[in-house]
């Protein structure tokens, strides 16, 4: 055995390279020998120097950083507190104080913050750099304010926005910190602000108030003893959830009472799971000394809101101890994959700028203080890398933004995050959720099987016949008996009669257990609004059942489509509190029955049961319903449930299995006395109550299996079409069950008819899942089906490995996913692809997986809008993606990459121009252009033309839409890479140099005009070069080019003093009478006419023999 370990070690470095085509005999062995990390092997071949350079460095700064973080923000152990009712003063230590504080900075911290995120990137600190150098005399170039005034507006419009904000974020904090409560003590109530409340206070909250910290119920003004909130803004479900009082304190005569007794909670330290709490309620003063458990259904988490009754609790945790802020994780500050790719470009442009500039130098023959020279070509050349770059691509986001959320065929989109539009362009993967993003989160009962007996849609009168009959009147039962029974012994004929309804009777009976265990087993309470003021109110005794406006309320919309299906075959939940159940028959009677236990249903357990005692009969029966998984082991031998499931499961039902026990009452009495000392206990409670459960979950009787429907979203099935063509990868990750996920997959067409599936077997150890992992690499061209739990294996011993072949698949499926496991393949797809990710999803367990990915989308559905709020973008239906993505992605992202390059592009030719013309000046670092030239050059001459670049389109929406093969050609990333870039180097080059040698070659008698002519030149190059690029023009393009020339040739006329030649010359001034003679013309139309006329012809003979593919279309 040990030989057998050595050796297994020895080689799992060799089974980690090798590709997984081998069977291992020695896997079962503890997991604990195999910890070998694919992924920490495959980081090490990539690293090199390059690695050495950046990313070693890059890692020193940020353990040092990390380091730095910790030691300022070391927090306090959090622990377990014993809190003394409404006597704060008595609490052990000092808890962290109710504040909520969502502001990034403070008066202090606001300009050095907002500062330090613009200057880490390297384009503005670039920019900071040759604008502080003007400050020197020796290597002052020009006016001060052509470097200082661009710079300072960005940074102006940047701390203005940020600004803005902080003050929105300050006024959030405040009004909630200043929220007014009623606060309990001994002299009566008192007004608190919600920033003032303490642990141990006692506090009382109003209908459809915010409840301000975690708190744990004591009373109710509803006489249920129990109250319903809204958890929305918590977990992102819009259905109420029922919360229960302490009975002890619920008991009490009166509020005040609540200070004569004398008792504590004692409550678990706090923790991130807002489904689980453990703790006790002890009361002192009474003999015996009173103790009853605490669960979750005795909580008042922070930030839901009361949505009946006016509820009184005691504080347990505040401040960022609360569940809600323990849960909030900061959103991380996303950057998109163009504005990386613009930032290495100028990173090169930089580097040609030093290299040009060592070139001057040095063809000057580094004479005198050629150091001091060399920094004045460095500044000399720092248009190069236009500060107008970052502003009009900042401009062209918000532009985009506002023609996304404008568009009418996409209504009630927001855009969230307007840093990222170009990213809908780029995207690879796109991870979607399932229930209420691909469905619609609209239950509908299909199916009832009763092993022998199946009812579907159109069957479901005969169950409602049958009802009616078996709750008929007893008397008439009797004589129908008594009837039947004397004619079945007269005759031959009448046995053969009597067979007919005795079998009936056998199916009826069956059919009127199943609904009755239907009606009483769930967690679903009737609401009742009143006509009066409109408020809901839980259903009392006395309220009128027939009520019209009844509606159901549940934590899972399987239960209320359940009860909604009893209430339409003739069984109807009227009336429920936290002791008594009430049922209407078909002919009015109410049936009530006492609820003993309830056993909620939890993700582990995967059922949920109750615990009833009918009084009218006294009987006792345990009812069950939860997943067939865990029901097959609890019911008793069958031989049809499995196949049914599955069968319901391939027609996309979502399956219930429902059970039933008949206890006696010794039975229960002594389940009841182990339970209540289960739940009495501080440790392994979970696992002490759940043991006692299980005692009598066994050989329980089946009574009928469910099936209900989760109907897809409108569109579907043709949006999740266009994208596959368009390219890009789905991958559906869903907490859902594997048959279910399966099988939606199919309806959607997730998976195509014609694909495999490969269901990926569940797997606990390595050895298992190197087998599976061989088994699926063999496969072509098929989808995967893979749990969570096998998922959890792979990626810890072959992560590498199975992300490479899920990453082949044309769709993968998750099922059983966690939120946490969401956010991980989000997270493993970016690393091990490099391409562009996009999640979906529309509930609070999604939000995880959308702030992890490059581009999040939300949607707003009926989990609430916790999911749309955390979200980049958010949308209003799931068929929305396909233009998102096709025409608004698409274009923004060849936007984008145009306005970019032709940005550069115009302070390329400007450098150019600025070269030449210190090379023929004796390689003097001398500037061409004065003053309020360079201003006007990049801002009022030439920026309404150039940015009217974001309103081209190459082909139309329609046509987007109905070739979505187009989408593919930008994931290759063609419209902005190093070749195009080079391209764009060279016409810079190839222009700036015609411009000015044209200039110097035209005019040789008349000097002076130098400036002049070649920044007339110039401006009709630019001005001609935006139209050449235009695809499709729009009329403020045009507006935008008549609008330039004309500020140009109105400066021409009034600003002649900044068109002489600087300080070459005695006489500066611009002869204005030239501008108009006819040599002035036609020369400047000749050099205009070179510079452009080239590249004219040669992109007329690029679309007539290798045109683009839009061009094939749009022609």
């Known amino acids: 055995m040990d030989r057998t370990r050595f050796s297994v070690e020895d080689d799992s470095s060799i089974l980690d390279e090798m590709p997984l085509m081998m069977s291992e005999e020695a896997f079962e062995n503890e997991e604990s020998d195999y910890q070998t990390l694919p992924r920490a092997r495959l980081a090490q071949r990539r690293r090199g120097l390059g690695w050495l350079l950046l990313g070693a460095w890059k890692l020193l700064c940020g353990s040092c950083c990390d380091c730095l973080l910790r030691l300022c923000r070391r927090r306090k152990e959090l622990k377990a507190r014993t809190v003394w009712l409404g006597c704060p003063e008595k609490c052990e230590e000092k808890y962290s104080k109710n504040i909520i504080k969502n502001q990034k900075y403070n008066i202090l911290t606001f300009v050095p913050g907002v500062l330090y995120q613009q200057f880490k990137f390297f384009l503005n600190l670039y920019f900071l750099v040759v604008a502080c150098s003007q400050f020197v005399p020796s290597l002052k170039i020009g006016y001060l304010y052509t470097y200082w005034a661009p710079l300072g507006f960005v940074l102006a419009v940047t701390m203005v926005r940020e600004a803005v904000d902080e003050v929105r974020r300050c006024r959030r904090d405040t009004d909630m910190n200043s929220q007014l409560y009623s606060k309990l003590t001994v002299r009566g109530k008192i007004q608190v602000k919600s920033s003032d409340i303490q642990v141990g206070d006692l506090i009382i909250v109003e209908k459809n108030q915010r409840i301000p910290a975690d708190m744990v119920f004591l009373r109710t003004s509803e006489k249920t003893g129990a109250c319903f909130i809204r958890t929305d803004q918590l977990d992102g479900e819009t259905d109420w959830k029922l919360k229960v009082a302490v009975g002890c304190t619920q008991r009490l005569p009166a509020v005040g009472d609540l200070f004569s007794i004398k008792a504590f909670v004692f409550a678990q330290k706090p923790q991130l799971d807002i489904h689980s709490f453990e703790g006790n309620f002890t009361r002192e003063d009474s003999d015996p000394q009173i103790q009853e458990s605490l669960s979750i259904e005795n909580t008042l988490w922070a930030s839901t809101v009361v949505a009946s009754g006016t509820v009184i609790g005691v504080v347990i945790y505040t401040g960022k101890e609360t569940r809600s802020v323990l849960n909030t994780s900061s959103a991380k500050n996303k950057v998109g994959l163009l504005d990386l790719e613009l930032n290495r470009l100028t990173k090169a442009l930089f580097l040609a700028q030093v290299v040009l500039s060592i070139v001057m130098v040095a063809l000057q023959g580094f004479v005198g203080p050629w150091f001091r020279n060399l920094f004045r070509f460095v500044v000399l050349f720092s248009y190069i890398i236009p500060i107008s770059l970052r502003v009009n691509l900042d401009m062209g986001k ?266 006696s009452e010794e039975q229960y009495q002594d389940f009841e006395s182990r339970y209540s000392q289960a739940k009495l206990s501080l440790h392994d409670r979970a696992l002490k109550v759940a043991a006692v459960v299980e005692s009598l979950e066994r050989e329980m009787e089946l009574l009928c299996l469910t099936g209900v429907e989760d109907q897809l979203q409108a569109d579907v099935r043709p949006t999740l079409e266009l994208l596959r063509n368009a390219g890009i990868k789905i991958w559906m990750l869903t907490g859902d069950k594997l048959e279910t996920a399966t099988c939606i997959a199919k309806s959607s067409h997730l998976v195509s008819r014609s694909q495999d599936i490969h269901v990926f077997r569940s797997v606990s150890n390595r050895g298992e899942a190197h087998l599976e992992l061989n088994a699926f690499r063999r496969k072509h061209d098929c989808a995967l089906v893979i749990s969570g739990d096998s998922l959890e294996v792979c990626l810890r011993y072959y992560e590498h490995e199975f992300v490479e072949l899920a990453c082949q698949c044309p769709a ?246 900044y068109f002489g030649t600087g300080r070459l010359s005695a006489k500066t001034l611009l002869d204005r009478s030239y501008i108009t003679t006819w040599p002035f013309l036609w020369k400047v139309s000749a050099i205009t006419l070179v510079s452009c006329l080239p590249l004219y012809i040669i992109k007329y003979l690029k679309r007539k023999f290798s045109p683009p593919s839009y061009s094939k279309l749009s022609s």
């Open 398 to 663: 918000s532009a985009y933004g506002w023609m996304i959320m404008k568009d009418e065929s996409i209504p009630g989109t927001v855009v969230r995050t307007s840093t990222i539009p170009e990213e809908l362009g780029r995207l690879v993967y796109l991870l979607t959720d399932k229930t209420g993003t691909l469905t619609q989160n609209e239950m509908v009962f299909k199916r009832l099987h009763l092993g022998t007996v199946s009812y579907g849609a159109d069957t479901m009168d005969e169950i409602q016949s049958h009802i009616v009959r078996s709750y008929g009147q007893v008397s008439a039962q009797v004589t129908h008996q008594a009837s039947s029974s004397t004619t079945g012994g007269t005759t031959p004929s009448g046995k053969s009669q009597t067979a007919g309804p005795r079998v009936r009777k056998s199916v009826s009976s069956r059919i009127h257990e199943a609904v009755k265990a239907i009606a009483l087993c769930h967690n679903v309470t009737p609401v009742y609004e009143s006509h009066g003021n409109g408020e809901t109110e839980s259903a009392e005794a006395d309220q009128d059942f027939t009520d019209d406006n009844r509606t159901y309320q549940a934590s899972s919309p399987d239960e209320v489509a359940l009860v909604r299906w009893t209430e339409s075959v003739g069984l109807t939940l009227v009336n429920r509190d936290l002791t008594s159940l009430q049922l209407k028959t078909p002919s009015g009677q109410i049936l009530s029955f006492h609820i003993l236990q309830i056993f909620p249903f939890t993700s582990e357990s995967k059922r949920m049961g109750i615990i009833v005692r009918e009084e009218s009969t006294g009987e006792i029966t345990f009812y069950m319903k939860g997943a067939d998984v865990a029901m097959a082991s609890i019911v008793q031998y069958n031989d049809w449930l499995e196949e049914e499931c599955g069968n319901m499961a391939r027609e996309g039902l979502r399956t219930l299995v429902v059970a039933k026990k008949s206890l």
């Open 812 to 1057: 993968v499926v998750c099922c059983r996913c966690s939120p946490t496991q969401k956010a991980q393949i989000v997270t493993l797809l970016q690393q091990h692809t490099a391409n562009r990710t996009c999640a979906i999803g529309d509930g609070g367990n999604d939000v995880s997986m959308i702030q992890a990915a490059d581009c999040g989308i939300g949607i707003e559905g009926k989990e609430g809008k916790q999911a749309s709020l955390a979200a980049d973008f958010s949308i209003t239906q799931f068929r929305h993606v396909g233009r998102l993505l096709m025409v608004h992605g698409r274009n923004s992202y060849k936007r984008s990459a145009a306005l970019g390059q032709f940005v550069m592009h115009r302070g390329m030719i400007i450098s150019t121009m600025q070269a030449v013309f210190s090379s023929v000046f004796y390689f003097a670092s001398v500037p061409l252009y004065q003053g309020f030239l360079m201003v006007g050059y990049a801002t009022i001459f030439t920026m309404f033309p150039v940015f009217s670049l974001v309103l081209d389109q190459d082909v139309k929406p329609e046509m987007a839409l109905l070739y979505p093969e187009l989408y593919k050609d930008l994931t290759k990333g063609r419209s902005l890479s190093f070749k195009t870039f080079l391209i764009w180097v060279l016409i810079s080059i190839y222009q700036g140099g015609i411009l000015m040698y044209g200039a110097l070659l035209l005019f040789e008698s008349e000097f002076v005009h130098v400036v002049a002519i070649s920044f007339t030149a110039l401006i009709l190059t630019e001005l001609l070069m935006v139209a050449l690029t235009v695809r499709t023009w729009h009329w403020l393009m045009v507006v935008a080019e008549l609008f330039s020339l004309a500020c140009y040739l109105a400066s021409l006329a009034f600003l002649s003093e």
